[in-house]
């Protein structure tokens, strides 16, 4: 079993920035996918980045620009740099991975948005 741990989350105004980050029980080195997802009350759980392995970062169009995906994979940890943060990016975020055909994910952090 692989465990996400994240951290990071917290309160903004609108233009500051955040990040976020998650660290794996086991090796990210050889992961397929890294990412990063978020759902807002009421709404169905996003995509808002995702590294495939040989691949570019595929980032969803409110966030792009604005959003970085970084990682240290010695030390099994990938980043989320949030800059210029506006209103509409308040929810949960989760951090994800997949290994083979199993997938996993974080356990959630807030974050806040205030105008």
């Known amino acids: 079993q692989v465990q996400l741990v994240e951290s990071g989350g917290g309160s903004a105004q609108a233009g500051e920035s955040l990040r976020l980050s998650c660290t794996a029980s086991?090796?990210?080195?050889?992961?397929?996918?890294i990412g990063w997802y978020r759902q807002a009350p009421g709404k169905q759980r996003e995509s808002v980045a995702i590294v495939r392995s040989g691949m570019s970062t595929d980032y969803a169009v409110s966030v792009k620009g604005r959003f970085t995906v970084s990682r240290d994979n010695a030390k099994n940890t990938w980043y989320l740099q949030m800059s210029s943060l506006k209103p509409e990016a308040a929810a949960v975020y989760y951090c994800?991975?997949?290994?083979?055909?199993?997938?996993?994910w974080g356990q959630g952090t807030q974050v806040t948005v205030s105008s």
């Open positions: 994800y991975a997949r290994w083979g055909p199993i997938s996993y």
């Open positions: 086991r090796s990210s080195a050889d992961l397929q996918v």
